[in-house]
């Protein structure tokens, strides 16, 4: 009896799919070859920011701080964002601009540039613990004076547990693009969580595959796909491309990101963090690109220590229109020079909120 032409379909099917088994087998095998043997791990990395570069030991691990020298002023405490290709060089041109007028330090966050990059999961706390010990070490060099602090993005988070634990160490808040008021990450979830998956980050950062994962990740197509993101344009700034590709090519560089992949890093209380704010805050995103979700900002608008403004730009506002930005945050810093500074004992713990 003949057989039929589509009894050949199952036989086919089967064929082509153990063939591409072996073709994903024998590339993802011939990928971490590559990046074993092909991709320089090492790449030259300079200081992201100018000024003196002084390594802290933390209780977070060894943190990479940069200050331009300047010793009279109210210290400026410059924290960059959370992503795969972290570092100081994010803020940049903040650096740059109050470098001359006041004194200005930015830190590497624990895992990322020049600071201490070792396998371990990376939590809030570890980012708080050492924005704690830096803030307390540029008060130690500047007599006691409460710092102003400025934070990007997921960091605005980290600011705000810090600056509720540790009130006595600042005089104010700026937060751009900070997370947490869109849907997806704002939160009144346990005071102190994360949002973390164990398995999938023990998974991620594992050999022999997780610095090859890591390297596809960070390969500078995909490291321009997601500044386009960012930016919401193919206009990014070119020098923030090259330093971050060189940063995430250092040894150790997949261990923090995997921690934020696995969502480790992002906080499960980011409400209840910056609803118990006092100090005074001022906050100004973007809105273009992907990270324009703002809709709980509006309950924040009428308060009296909030100020919050927004911008034609993507989410790194300082690097499209430096100074619209500055422009505006010395206006608030004006403001609060003729301002009452908050009662500590009035002030509203998370819990209570």
């Known amino acids: 009896m003949q057989r039929r032409p589509h009894s050949f379909l199952p036989h086919l099917a089967g064929r082509a799919a153990r063939g591409l088994g072996l073709a994903l087998v024998g ?21 992201a920011l100018p000024g003196r570069l002084q390594r802290l030991r933390t209780a977070a691990g060894a943190v990479n701080l940069y200050d331009d ?41 624990p895992g990322f540039g020049f600071s201490e990059r070792r396998r371990q999961v990376y939590t809030p706390g570890v980012m708080v613990e050492a924005i704690h010990a830096v803030a307390a070490e540029i008060r130690r060099r500047h007599g006691a004076v409460r710092i102003d602090a400025i934070a990007l993005s997921l960091s605005a988070e980290y600011l705000a547990r810090a600056a509720l634990e540790r009130a006595q160490d600042y005089r104010s808040l700026g937060l751009i693009s900070p997370t947490g008021f869109d849907a997806r990450l704002s939160g009144r979830g346990p005071l102190g969580g ?27 197509p995909s490291m321009r796909y997601f500044l386009e993101k960012t930016f919401g344009s193919r206009d990014i700034d070119e020098g923030l491309l090259a330093y971050g590709y060189a940063a995430a090519h250092q040894p150790g560089a997949e261990h923090a990101p995997f921690s934020f992949l696995a969502g480790h890093l992002f906080p499960t209380d980011a409400t209840r963090l910056y609803d118990a704010l006092w100090l005074p805050v001022w906050m100004i995103h973007g809105t273009r690109g992907d990270f324009v ?8 608008r009428d308060r009296p220590n909030w100020t919050i403004e927004t911008l034609p730009t ?40």
């Open 194 to 220: 994360n949002r973390g998956n164990d398995t999938a980050r023990a998974a991620l950062d594992l050999p022999p595959w997780g610095r090859p994962i890591f390297d596809a990740l960070t390969s500078r």
């Open 69 to 109: 020298g300047l010793e009279s002023g109210v210290p400026l405490l410059l924290i960059h964002s959370v992503n795969a290709a972290a570092s100081a060089y994010e803020v940049r041109p903040l650096y740059r601009h109050y470098a001359r007028s006041r004194p200005v330090y930015a830190l590497d966050l």
């Open 293 to 300: 979700d703002y809709r709980y900002a509006d309950a924040f």
């Open 314 to 353: 993507g989410a790194f506002p300082h690097f499209e229109r430096l100074n619209a930005v500055t422009r505006s945050y010395d206006l608030f810093l004006e403001d609060l020079g003729g301002a009452h500074m908050p009662d500590p004992a009035n002030r509203r713990a998370p819990a209570e909120v």
């Open 27 to 47: 590339g993802a095998a011939g990928w971490i070859a590559y990046s074993r043997f092909g991709i320089d791990h090492r790449q030259p990395l300079p200081p």
